[in-house]
């Protein structure tokens, strides 16, 4: 929903093409075994200078779009690596994905990263390809040299050789549970390249120290490979609870909070350690969002540790967790700074789920439904991204990666290719996390039902990719930020940023829409936009108004919006909405000159081209037209003309209001009645005309009423209204 999307985009669409004609010619050589085995020495020449001109490319600025192909989805593997028969460079054939088998094989150069991590590698009969890994941990997070440096040794289960574009071939592994790094002593290494352990290195000591040096030097995960060798070496208890609460600490820094906590758990107690374990507890439950059972360690710690001063601030931030998890209480401003001054926008706060819960939806499959009734402008959820791709558009050295899927004929601008590989990773190191994200709506796709094989978790990528591509969300930093920097309206604006937040993927799709969403940072928040009953579904629109919009965005997820709105835009006749276009077009293209009444007959015309009255059928199109009429009479200094637009634009969306006319002369200010609310798209910006107004006209009672009413549409629409007063 609101992603950039490429799929128009003159640029993309001749890649789209290209990409489409490599896919069909690499097609054609399926099942072919390749014409022509590269010798090592050209293999090693040809990458060494591939890789020095796509560095030379990137440093001089040459790139602002990194390309990412997704391969014509296969599932990983599900077999038990015993079970798999070895296989050898020679024997594999092109465009197939040999299930059953596995290939050993040892990196003979230094790796490259670029949208994926490339290397060449070689089998034990010298044979040469190379190989290129997706949705790996980024470089910051494990180098490529320490993950397939110079001389790694892997096992590769359903090697995938694939024709490149540039007509060269190479295996392609994209899901992460497909390949298995060996210890070069691991007897699964061919004798020719193993190394054999003095009898020095075959104890938990020798491991644990090399896994604290790798700690010191920041190598989280290489540290864990280590511990975990250490105890493979029959530990004393003494060894075992200090290698489990280092391994637990090398977790905790790499975001495993639920190996961080099992390594807690099962470590012997011993007095020394208690406090460092209880510590590490803390913060697996932190990272795991269980805030209420981390206070319990955490007053724990403080009864027991009392001269640990920093446990008590610790446990009031967890405090505030909890009132935010519970009860949706929000230091809003605080979020606001804090998505305004980091860097990637990840803030620490917690998730809020509010009165709503999944239900079935009838034809529409699952939706989320409130569990009480709500009042307008009310917190129904607060959510962190599982996973959230920033792509910092205020950088101008960052490169945009265009993710293309000529399989499915989608070209995406932005976050969508990092947001893969953050959703394989994270559930990867969190397997028990699975279950939010493989059940969200995936379409056909026929998903694997293993998640574990040799204790390893199985992570389908291109689950995850179909998931991503129905579920994700294009953000803006805040959508207080997006309001208030100069450039089309928040309506109009697509976003490379993206991110995937697992309850709101619940929200089914509607035109007419009662509730909003807003962004900070990393974090949605949803508001209901009218008065709702308890038990009705919530909706909203998946995309921006506009035919073309809404026939791209029918195909993309596969339904007709059957809402008021679209079934009576069928039953209209095409002229008369030829008309309403045309109508819509001309008033778009009207400057700030046209005098307003030309403006008042074009929209007496356009009110001719809708078959049912508003309150029945909200007229989207018409509304904005109606706003800035009323601003143009405010500014010409015509209060009265401008009340009785902005109500009749309200009246566009559906509302219908009592108590807001004009008062007559000598008599009292009504109370303002919302008989039935519609379809907010901003309408603050329109009570704030009508407060303005009134007050021009003395009519402070409706002008403090017109401005309750704007703050909660500003609310529901920005998420929050601590920052109402500065953009009144
Ligand atoms: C983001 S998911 C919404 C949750 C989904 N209904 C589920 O069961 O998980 C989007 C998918 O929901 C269904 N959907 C959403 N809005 C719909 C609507 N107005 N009519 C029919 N199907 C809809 C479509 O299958 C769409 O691809």
Same mark, same amino acid.
């Given at each position: 929903? %609101?992603?950039?999307?490429?799929?128009?985009?003159?640029?993309?669409?001749?890649?789209?093409?290209?990409?489409?004609?490599?896919?069909?010619?690499?097609?054609?050589?399926?099942?072919?075994?390749?014409?022509?085995?590269?010798?090592?020495?050209?293999?090693?020449?040809?990458?060494?200078? *591939?890789?020095?001109?796509?560095?030379q490319? @990137?440093?001089?600025? *040459?790139?602002?779009?990194?390309?990412?192909?997704?391969?014509?989805?296969?599932?990983?593997?599900t077999?038990?690596?015993?079970?798999?028969k070895?296989?050898?460079?020679k024997?594999?054939?092109?465009?197939?994905?040999?299930e059953?088998?596995?290939?050993?094989?040892?990196?003979?150069?230094?790796?490259?990263?670029?949208?994926?991590?490339?290397?060449?590698?070689?089998?034990?009969?010298?044979? !040469?390809? #190379?190989?290129?890994?997706?949705?790996?941990?980024?470089?910051?997070?494990?180098?490529?040299?320490?993950?397939?440096g110079?001389?790694?040794?892997? +096992?590769?289960?359903?090697?995938?050789?694939?024709?490149?574009?540039?007509?060269?071939?190479?295996?392609?592994?994209?899901?992460?549970?497909? =390949?298995?790094?060996?210890?070069?002593?691991?007897?699964?290494?061919?004798?020719?390249?193993?190394?054999?352990?003095?009898?020095?290195?075959?104890?938990?000591?020798?491991?644990?120290?090399?896994?604290?040096e790798?700690?010191?030097?920041?190598?989280?995960?290489?540290?864990?490979?280590?511990?975990?060798?250490?105890?493979?070496?029959?530990? #004393?208890?003494?060894?075992?609870?200090?290698?489990?609460?280092?391994?637990? +600490?090398?977790?905790?820094?790499?975001?495993?909070?639920?190996?961080?906590?099992?390594?807690?758990?099962?470590?012997?107690?011993?007095?020394?350690?208690?406090?460092?374990?209880?510590?590490?507890?803390?913060q697996a439950?932190?990272?795991?969002?269980?805030?209420r059972?981390?206070?319990?360690?955490?007053?724990?710690m403080?009864?027991?540790?009392?001269?640990?001063?920093?446990?008590?601030?610790?446990?009031?931030?967890? /405090?505030?967790r909890?009132?935010?998890q519970?009860?949706?209480?929000?230091? &809003?401003?605080? $979020?606001?700074?804090?998505?305004?001054?980091?860097?990637p926008?990840?803030?620490d706060?917690?998730?809020?789920?509010?009165?709503?819960? !999944?239900?079935?939806?009838?034809?529409?499959?699952?939706?989320?439904?409130?569990?009480?009734?709500?009042?307008?402008?009310?917190?129904?959820?607060?959510?962190?991204?599982?996973?959230?791709?920033?792509?910092?558009?205020?950088n101008?050295?960052?490169?945009?990666?265009?993710? =293309?899927?000529?399989?499915?004929?989608?070209?995406?601008?932005?976050?969508?290719?990092?947001?893969?590989?953050?959703?394989?990773?994270?559930?990867?190191?969190?397997?028990? +996390?699975?279950?939010?994200?493989?059940?969200?709506?995936?379409?056909?796709?026929?998903?694997?039902?293993?998640?574990?094989?040799?204790?390893?978790?199985?992570v389908?990528?291109f689950?995850?990719?179909?998931? /991503?591509?129905?579920?994700?969300?294009?953000?803006?930093?805040?959508?207080?930020?997006?309001?208030?920097?100069?450039?089309?309206?928040?309506?109009?604006?697509?976003h490379?940023?993206?991110?995937?937040w697992?309850?709101?993927?619940? =929200?089914?799709?509607?035109?007419?829409?009662?509730i909003?969403?807003?962004?900070?940072?990393?974090?949605?928040?949803?508001?209901?936009?009218? %008065? =709702?009953?308890?038990?009705s579904e919530?909706?909203?629109?998946?995309y921006?108004?506009?035919?073309?919009?809404?026939?791209?965005?029918?195909?993309?997820?596969?339904?007709?919006? %059957?809402?008021?709105?679209?079934?009576?835009?069928?039953?209209?006749?095409?002229?008369?909405?030829?008309?309403?276009?045309?109508l819509?077009?001309?008033?778009?293209? *009207?400057?700030?000159?046209?005098?307003?009444?030309?403006?008042?007959?074009?929209?007496?015309?356009?009110?001719?081209? @809708?078959?049912?009255?508003?309150?029945?059928?909200?007229r +989207?199109?018409?509304?904005? &037209?109606? !706003?800035?009429?009323?601003?143009? @009479?405010?500014?010409n200094?015509?209060?009265?003309?401008?009340?009785?637009?902005?109500?009749?634009?309200?009246?566009?969306?559906?509302?219908?209001?009592?108590?807001?006319? $004009?008062?007559?002369?000598?008599?009292?200010?009504?109370?303002?009645?919302?008989?039935?609310?519609g379809v907010?798209?901003?309408?603050?910006?329109?009570?704030?005309?009508?407060?303005?107004?009134?007050?021009?006209?003395?009519?402070f009672?409706?002008e403090?009423?017109?401005?309750?009413f704007?703050?909660?549409? @500003?609310?529901?629409?920005?998420?929050?209204?601590?920052? &109402?007063?500065?953009?009144?």
């Amino acid at each position: 929903m %609101d992603i950039d999307d490429g799929s128009d985009m003159p640029e993309f669409i001749e890649t789209l093409q290209r990409q489409k004609e490599n896919l069909r010619r690499a097609q054609a050589q399926k099942g072919k075994k390749p014409e022509f085995m590269i010798p090592r020495f050209l293999l090693v020449a040809q990458f060494r200078h *591939q890789n020095m001109a796509q560095q030379q490319k @990137y440093s001089n600025g *040459q790139c602002h779009f990194k390309t990412s192909f997704l391969p014509a989805a296969y599932p990983p593997s599900t077999e038990s690596l015993d079970k798999l028969k070895k296989v050898m460079i020679k024997d594999l054939c092109l465009e197939l994905h040999h299930e059953g088998t596995f290939l050993v094989v040892r990196s003979i150069t230094p790796p490259n990263r670029l949208t994926g991590i490339l290397t060449a590698i070689e089998d034990e009969n010298d044979h !040469v390809v #190379t190989l290129q890994l997706y949705n790996q941990e980024e470089e910051t997070e494990r180098p490529a040299d320490e993950l397939i440096g110079e001389g790694t040794v892997v +096992m590769l289960k359903n090697p995938y050789l694939k024709t490149t574009s540039d007509g060269s071939y190479g295996l392609r592994v994209d899901h992460l549970s497909d =390949i298995v790094r060996l210890e070069r002593h691991d007897e699964r290494v061919p004798s020719k390249w193993r190394i054999n352990l003095y009898d020095d290195n075959k104890n938990a000591l020798f491991w644990k120290n090399l896994g604290n040096e790798f700690f010191g030097n920041a190598q989280y995960r290489a540290a864990i490979e280590r511990y975990t060798e250490a105890l493979k070496y029959g530990p #004393t208890e003494d060894e075992e609870r200090i290698i489990k609460l280092n391994r637990s +600490m090398a977790f905790l820094k790499t975001q495993q909070f639920e190996a961080a906590l099992s390594d807690v758990e099962s470590a012997p107690n011993g007095p020394n350690l208690v406090e460092k374990a209880l510590d590490r507890k803390a913060q697996a439950l932190y990272g795991l969002g269980k805030y209420r059972e981390c206070s319990l360690v955490l007053k724990e710690m403080s009864q027991k540790f009392a001269g640990n001063t920093s446990v008590h601030q610790r446990l009031a931030h967890t /405090i505030d967790r909890i009132k935010e998890q519970e009860r949706g209480l929000y230091d &809003f401003a605080g $979020m606001q700074r804090d998505a305004s001054a980091k860097r990637p926008p990840h803030l620490d706060f917690a998730t809020y789920v509010g009165p709503v819960e !999944v239900r079935p939806s009838g034809s529409k499959g699952r939706g989320l439904f409130t569990t009480k009734a709500v009042k307008a402008g009310e917190l129904l959820l607060c959510e962190k991204a599982f996973a959230h791709a920033f792509v910092d558009t205020d950088n101008e050295k960052q490169d945009l990666t265009v993710l =293309i899927d000529a399989e499915r004929d989608l070209i995406t601008v932005g976050g969508q290719t990092e947001l893969i590989r953050l959703v394989a990773q994270k559930l990867y190191h969190n397997p028990s +996390m699975a279950g939010t994200i493989t059940g969200l709506h995936h379409g056909s796709y026929q998903a694997v039902n293993v998640s574990e094989v040799d204790g390893i978790p199985i992570v389908d990528t291109f689950l995850i990719s179909r998931i /991503i591509g129905l579920n994700c969300f294009g953000c803006p930093l805040s959508t207080l930020d997006s309001m208030t920097r100069a450039g089309p309206s928040i309506d109009e604006k697509v976003h490379h940023s993206c991110g995937l937040w697992p309850m709101a993927s619940y =929200i089914n799709h509607s035109c007419d829409q009662n509730i909003a969403r807003a962004f900070i940072g990393d974090f949605m928040v949803v508001r209901a936009t009218r %008065d =709702i009953d308890s038990g009705s579904e919530l909706k909203w629109r998946y995309y921006q108004t506009g035919q073309d919009n809404k026939k791209r965005a029918d195909k993309h997820w596969g339904f007709q919006c %059957d809402c008021v709105i679209c079934t009576d835009d069928q039953a209209t006749s095409s002229k008369m909405l030829a008309e309403r276009r045309r109508l819509v077009k001309t008033l778009l293209a *009207q400057g700030s000159a046209v005098r307003p009444g030309k403006i008042e007959s074009m929209l007496a015309k356009m009110k001719l081209t @809708y078959r049912k009255p508003a309150s029945e059928v909200p007229r +989207m199109n018409i509304y904005n &037209f109606q !706003v800035r009429l009323a601003i143009r @009479y405010l500014e010409n200094n015509q209060p009265d003309k401008a009340v009785e637009r902005g109500l009749e634009a309200l009246g566009s969306l559906g509302f219908v209001i009592e108590g807001a006319a $004009m008062p007559k002369p000598g008599t009292s200010n009504g109370t303002i009645l919302i008989k039935q609310w519609g379809v907010d798209c901003d309408i603050f910006k329109c009570w704030r005309v009508l407060s303005n107004a009134y007050g021009m006209l003395g009519a402070f009672g409706l002008e403090s009423q017109a401005e309750h009413f704007g703050k909660i549409s @500003y609310k529901a629409c920005m998420g929050e209204d601590s920052s &109402f007063d500065s953009h009144k």
